[in-house]
């Protein structure tokens, strides 16, 4: 396994993805200076003990934070992050390796190029859970997760490139690179599309109750077990992504309108070709573990 090839790391936002950096970088014996920028003194002071425990320090003064890390991971929601990035670009030393984990990618690696240039790369694990803050972080989150980078061809520097991929190994993770372009088609239709047909879902169903709060079983509950994700990060998300996902929401309505045409003529063989086309689709790709 490789060696992580930092010493001073700086997380901008220490929730459940960047709080799972910290941890993780810890239970891979990680010896270097950990630092954290929290919105505010009150969100220091809720986080503090238990910070305090994975030998991460916390600060609400951005520059503080960054002042000499050689790696700063930014893990703020879409548009915070894209708020954040000028202030970013002004307080980070000239030599640190600046990095995301947006599950967006291609606004966010534009802006943060121009800003940041060739040390800036674009990153997304691609895994998570709808549990969200500190508290939540684990320490094995990216264990056997994809990574995906999204260099910027003749803009991203390879050796930052390199970097980061070990930095990511060394936490366990498998390490891929797209364009941000590509990254941010393939999400729509694996992750962004996905959370927003279940919130629809569920909220189509708010006229049935009281009543139905008793009746539902597996489907329902595996189905929509990322509704329970954060309505603010996934507004913002969707509206980052919305061409893409816009594009994966009209092949969703064809498909709605072919199995409404099913069901009207009872096309039994019909209906259940399309069903096993999607199981076994399903059963093509690698999912993550569900988080306990």
Do not use: C
Not at 121 to 147: C, I, K, N
Not at 214 to 234: E, K, M, Y
């Amino acid at each position: 396994m490789p060696e992580i090839p930092f010493q001073r790391v700086a997380i901008v936002g220490l929730g459940l993805m960047g709080g799972s950096v910290a941890k993780a970088l810890r239970a891979a014996g990680y010896a270097g200076r950990i630092r954290a920028a929290l919105a505010d003194a009150a969100a220091v002071g809720a986080l503090q003990e238990s910070a305090e425990t994975w030998q991460v320090e916390l600060s609400p003064v951005l520059p503080d934070v960054l002042a000499d890390a050689d790696l700063i991971l930014l893990a703020t929601p879409p548009r915070v992050m894209l708020g954040q990035l000028e202030d970013i670009a002004r307080w980070a030393d000239a030599a640190a390796l600046v990095t995301d984990i947006a599950s967006t990618k291609n606004t966010i690696a534009g802006r943060a190029t121009a800003l940041l240039g060739a040390r800036f790369v674009g990153g997304h694990p691609v895994v998570g859970s709808e549990m969200t803050g500190f508290h939540a972080a684990r320490e094995d989150l990216y264990r056997g997760a994809q990574v995906v980078l999204t260099p910027l061809p003749s803009q991203t520097d390879a050796q930052a490139v390199e970097k980061l991929r070990q930095f990511w190994v060394a936490l366990g993770a498998e390490v891929r690179e797209m364009s941000p372009e590509a990254h941010d088609e393939a999400l729509a239709a694996t992750s962004h599309a996905p959370h927003l047909l279940a919130y629809l879902y569920m909220a189509g169903l708010e006229e049935r109750l009281p009543g139905l709060e008793d009746l539902a079983g597996g489907g329902l509950r595996d189905f929509s077990r990322i509704v329970d994700s954060n309505p603010a990060l996934w507004s913002e998300i969707l509206l980052e992504n919305q061409q893409a996902v816009r594009q994966q929401l009209q092949q969703v309505q064809h498909n709605l309108q072919l199995a409404e045409q099913l069901l009207a003529v009872e096309d039994a063989a019909g209906l259940q070709s399309w069903l096993s086309l999607g199981k076994t689709v399903r059963q093509q790709f690698h999912f993550p573990p569900v988080s306990a």
